[in-house]
Nanobody
Framework: QVQLVESGPGLVKPSQTLSLTCTVSGGSLTAYSYYWAWIRQPPGKDLEWMGGISYDGDTDYSPPLKSRTSISRDTSKNQFTLHLSSVTPEDTAVYYC???????????????WGQGTQVTVSS
């Protein structure tokens, strides 16, 4: 079955760029109709859809984060990557990668999730 695993640093300094990678196994990033996203949950807050990339490489971003977010993929490695620039302590959260069928901006619509990775922004 499809499995997602997030990787990246657990601690990032303010003003730096956070980069996380999601490695997909048991399925292909280019499989027709699927959509791959980054979703985060700050402490005590709800899940927040950040953006994603479609099976054919189109990207979408949450408007509040669009100016700081970039999502790319490496199909040879079956990985997709999140870059979030100019981070502040408010970006501290558990970050998840997830898969849905078609573009979805609501976290509940995603059926396969990684285990999540804690990222703390602190000096």
């Amino acid at each position: 079955q499809v499995q997602l695993v997030e990787s990246g640093p657990g601690l990032v300094k303010p003003s730096q760029t956070l980069s996380l990678t999601c490695t997909v196994s048991g399925g292909s990033l280019t499989a027709y109709s699927y959509y791959w996203a980054w979703i985060r949950q700050p402490p005590g807050k709800d899940l927040e859809w950040m953006g994603g990339i479609s099976y054919d490489g189109d990207t979408d971003y949450s408007p509040p984060l669009k100016s700081r977010t970039s999502i790319s993929r490496d199909t040879s490695k079956n990985q997709f990557t999140l870059h979030l620039s100019s981070v502040t302590p408010e970006d501290t959260a558990v970050y998840y990668c997830a898969r849905a069928e078609g573009l979805r901006t609501v976290a509940d619509d995603y059926d396969i999730w990684g285990q999540g990775t804690q990222v703390t922004v602190s000096s």
